[in-house]
C-alpha cells in the first residue's frame, strides 16, 4: 500500500526548534517529489515546498523560504519539515503529500500523509 | 501567483441531491486543475485530476468539467459521507495554490 505516515502533534513553546516527519511506503521514494501544505485551524491550504529525495533538490513557496527548511533522508524513506525558532504564528495542521506526473505535465497530490498539529504557545 | 475563486463557500444540501462547486482560475490553466474532499479531522484526499479524471477508487457520483477557465465538480445522489470540504487546486504554475473551500452541509 501507498502511503505517507506523518510523526505525532507537538506542542512547544515560541522560539524553540522542531523537526517533524513523513515516513514513506509502498513506492520509489526518491522518484517522486514529496511536498508539504500549511493549514491552518478553519483555513484553507498552501503550498509550503517540495524536495526531491534522490538528489535533495528542494523548491520553496516564497512565502515561506527561510522560515522552514525541507530535507529527506534517503536511507530511511522520510521527509522532514524543520522550524529553528518557531511562532505562534506557526501553529498549525501540517501534511506532507506525493506529487504525481502524468503526460503533457499534468500533476497532482497523492497519497496524502494524515497531519501533523502543531501548536505553539507560551 | 495564480488566484483561485471557489462558490458557494458553503451549501447544504440533502441526502440523494446533485450539487455543483465551481472553480474559477485568475488566468487560463488549461485542465491543470484538481480537487480534493476534506472530511472533518481527515488529510485531503485526491478526488479528480486534469479538471475531468477521477482518481482510482473515487465512486463515479463525482464529475469534473471544464470549460476553460471555470471548473465545476458535480456530486450526484448525495451521500452521508460526501458531507465534506472540497478544494480545487491549479498545478499549472508555481506555486500551486488551493481555492478557500466549499464546505458541504446536511440541510
Known amino acids: 500500500e501507498i502511503q505517507l505516515v506523518q510523526s505525532g502533534a507537538e506542542v512547544k513553546k515560541p522560539g524553540e526548534s522542531l523537526k517533524i516527519s513523513c515516513k514513506a511506503s509502498g513506492f520509489s521514494f526518491t522518484s517522486y517529489w514529496i511536498l508539504w501544505v500549511r493549514q491552518v485551524p478553519g483555513k484553507g491550504l498552501e503550498w509550503m515546498g517540495s524536495i526531491h529525495p534522490e538528489d535533495s533538490d528542494t523548491r520553496y513557496s516564497p512565502s515561506f523560504q527561510g522560515q522552514v527548511t525541507i530535507s529527506a533522508a534517503k536511507s530511511i524513506t522520510t521527509a522532514y519539515l524543520q522550524w529553528n525558532s518557531l511562532k505562534a504564528s506557526d501553529t498549525a495542521m501540517y501534511y506532507c503529500?506525493?506529487?504525481?506526473?502524468?503526460?503533457?505535465?499534468?500533476?497532482?497530490?497523492?497519497?496524502w500523509g494524515q497531519g501533523t498539529l502543531v501548536i505553539v504557545s507560551s | 501567483d495564480i488566484q483561485m475563486t471557489q462558490s458557494p463557500s458553503s451549501l447544504s444540501a440533502s441526502v440523494g441531491d446533485r450539487v455543483t462547486i465551481t472553480c474559477r482560475a485568475s488566468?487560463?490553466?488549461?485542465?491543470?486543475l484538481n480537487w480534493y474532499q476534506q472530511r472533518p479531522g481527515r488529510a485531503p484526499r485526491l478526488l479528480i485530476y486534469a479538471a475531468s479524471t477521477l482518481q482510482s477508487g473515487v465512486p463515479s457520483r463525482f464529475s469534473g468539467r471544464t470549460t476553460g477557465t471555470d471548473f465545476t465538480l458535480s456530486i450526484t445522489n448525495l451521500q452521508p459521507e460526501d458531507f465534506a470540504t472540497y478544494f480545487c487546486q491549479q498545478s499549472s504554475r508555481v506555486p500551486p495554490t488551493f481555492g478557500q473551500g466549499t464546505k458541504l452541509e446536511i440541510k
Open positions: 488566468e487560463p490553466i488549461g485542465p491543470f
Open positions: 503529500a506525493r506529487y504525481n506526473l502524468g503526460d503533457n505535465d499534468l500533476n497532482w497530490f497523492d497519497p
